[in-house]
């Protein structure tokens, strides 16, 4: 039993004829007669009464019924292996850092399932290190993040960089300088991010590499909760500047001096499935091309 058999059932039963089925499957008779033949032959009943005018047997009428979810069940799985391999269905886990996981990707991932309906997409939001862990494990399928720590087993592809910015309450006494120097934040509370932060580790590399100031800090958990703390009036934080859009109420910002103030910011997979395949492969397609048109402004240079 196939499903050529099955459509030439089907077209008897809707024609109530041989020879129109045949014309509508541009069939000779004779193939459509040998088609029926062998179906009963092989479920051991006949289907089908002949005469004059064709009528189904009980057993064609239960056959008939059940066997047109068969054909639609079956027509439905050939275009899901269709779009499947073309890349147009699929289920893609992606994993992102904040900002973007907040700031940008909310209106990406809509434009993209607009035009991609049959992908469905899991956002895994973490910390860099967390995120190549993931990969590793295969838990996710790619990462936006910035640079990590690599192995040999993972690949990262730089995509632009992240400004920073220093956000302030308006009152604050550095709010008079219009760039702020590492060694100006000696006796002002500074908040920073968790230890694993690799935002963190890059700022502390900066004020390190200025003599290692000694500074007062306090830690936030969270990259995006930093802006609310300073608007709270605890401290000054160098956050990204995507986030301050608007800047918060009774805050400024103001430029670092400096090497710091940038995060390269990109994609990271697991090496041995680069380059990507099926739907992680147009999800990446689109996401390239949305963040690089979309946030010229953070392009590398």
Request: hydrophobic residues 40%; neutral net charge.
């Amino acid at each position: 039993m196939d499903l050529k058999t099955l459509k030439t059932f089907q077209m008897i039963v809707k024609y109530g004829s041989f020879i129109r089925a045949a014309d509508e499957m541009n069939y000779v008779q004779s193939t459509v007669t040998m088609q029926i033949q062998k179906l009963e032959s092989e479920l051991g009943i006949r289907l089908i009464e002949r005469g004059k005018k064709i009528r189904l047997t009980e057993a064609g009428r239960l056959f008939y019924e059940q066997s047109l979810q068969i054909v639609k069940n079956i027509e439905q799985l050939k275009m899901n292996l269709s779009d499947l391999q073309v890349g147009e269905r699929g289920n893609v886990r992606l994993g992102v850092t904040e900002p973007t996981a907040s700031y940008r990707l909310p209106e990406i991932l809509e434009r993209f399932l607009s035009q991609f309906p049959k992908i469905r997409i899991s956002v895994d939001v973490a910390n860099t290190p967390t995120l190549s862990e993931r990969l590793l494990k295969g838990d996710i399928d790619l990462a936006l993040c910035s640079t990590p720590d690599l192995g040999s087993d993972l690949h990262f592809e730089p995509l632009f960089k992240e400004d920073f910015v220093v956000l302030m309450p308006k009152n604050h006494p550095l709010a008079q300088n219009t760039v702020i120097a590492p060694e100006d934040i000696r006796g002002h509370r500074l908040l920073i991010t968790s230890v694993t932060c690799p935002y963190r580790r890059k700022l502390e590399m900066v004020l390190q590499e200025s003599g290692n100031i000694p500074i007062d800090t306090m830690e936030i958990g969270s990259m995006t909760a930093l802006k609310y703390y300073v608007e709270s009036g605890l401290g000054i934080a160098l956050v990204p500047e995507i986030v301050l859009k608007p800047v918060p109420t009774g805050t400024t910002i103001r430029t670092m001096s400096g090497s710091l103030i940038h995060m390269t910011f990109g994609f990271l997979f697991k090496r041995s499935e680069y380059p990507l395949k099926l739907a992680s492969s147009k999800l990446y397609e689109f996401l390239k091309q949305e963040l690089l048109e979309h946030y010229p402004m953070d392009g590398l240079r």
